[in-house]
């Protein structure tokens, strides 16, 4: 079983940047390929980046890429989100998820494990 615990979420202002982390409890989290996801009011959970178990390789979405940045460091338990030249359309709770195995998956049927979110707000 594997405990995921999001922080970092805030209130910002359009163009700046936020790291967003998930710790993970557990003697495994090397084992789980991890990804972030999110979820507007209204809207559905949506893929955002993934990264695979040893953080050799990354995914992201279209809306996305260029700005943010997933990795991971296994020596922490922890995958980071950093968020730069944020947007208003990027407001949403952010969620880390967490699938055995060596790949990613933009897929949130695919991942197990699910952290409870963190609120990220960008203001105009």
């Known amino acids: 079983q594997v405990q995921l615990v999001e922080s970092g979420g805030g209130l910002v202002q359009a163009g700046d940047s936020l790291r967003v982390s998930c710790t993970a409890s557990?003697?495994?989290?090397?084992?789980?390929?991890m990804g972030w996801f999110r979820q507007a009011p209204g809207k559905e959970r949506e893929f955002v980046a993934a990264?695979?178990?040893?953080?050799?390789?990354?995914y992201y979405a279209d809306s996305v890429k260029g700005r943010f940045t997933i990795s991971r460091d296994n020596a922490k338990n922890t995958v980071y989100l950093q968020m730069n030249s944020l947007k208003p359309e990027d407001t949403a709770v952010y969620y880390c998820?967490?699938?055995?195995?060596?790949?990613?998956?933009?897929?949130?049927?695919?991942?197990?494990?699910w952290g409870q979110g963190t609120q990220v707000t960008v203001s105009s």
């Open positions: 998820a967490g699938r055995s195995g060596v790949s990613y998956s933009s897929d949130p049927n695919s991942y197990k494990y």
């Open positions: 990264i695979n178990r040893s953080g050799g390789s990354t």
């Open positions: 557990g003697r495994t989290f090397s084992s789980y390929a």
